[in-house]
Nanobody, 125 residues
Framework: QVELVESGGGLVQAGGSLRLSCVAS????????MGWFRQAPGRERVFVGA????????YYVDSVKGRFTISRDNAKNTAYLQMDSLKLEDTAVYYC??????????????????WGQGTQVTISS
């Protein structure tokens, strides 16, 4: 079992930045690739990006490429989502998730085994 706890969400103006954190406990963190998803009101949960177990490789959905950066610190059992140049359409609840699959093969919610509770990110104009 892996428990994931996100933090760092909040209200920020368009063009601003936020950094989300996801702290893991339970099984060995470095055994899991980590993903980030988001869910806007009335919409399905969608993939944002993922990072490999060692943190060398990252994958992003086109809409956030160049603006969002995923990283991890395995010594701290923590994954991060740095979000820059935020847009109104980035408003959503953001979730981190852990998978035993390879990061490059895990772009669907069903690919992930464990989930955090989510943190709200609201972008204002």
């Amino acid at each position: 079992q892996v428990e994931l706890v996100e933090s760092g969400g909040g209200l920020v103006q368009a063009g601003g930045s936020l950094r989300l954190s996801c702290v893991a406990s339970g099984r060995t963190f470095s055994n899991f690739a980590m993903g980030w998803f988001r869910q806007a009101p009335g919409r399905e949960r969608v993939f944002v990006g993922a990072i490999t177990r060692g943190g060398v490789g990252t994958y992003y959905v086109d809409s956030v490429k160049g603006r969002f950066t995923i990283s991890r610190d395995n010594a701290k059992n923590t994954a991060y989502l740095q979000m820059d140049s935020l847009k109104l359409e980035d408003t959503a609840v953001y979730y981190c998730a852990a998978t035993s699959r390879l990061a490059r093969t895990a772009a669907k919610a069903s690919d992930y085994d464990y989930w955090g509770q989510g943190t709200q990110v609201t972008i204002s104009s």
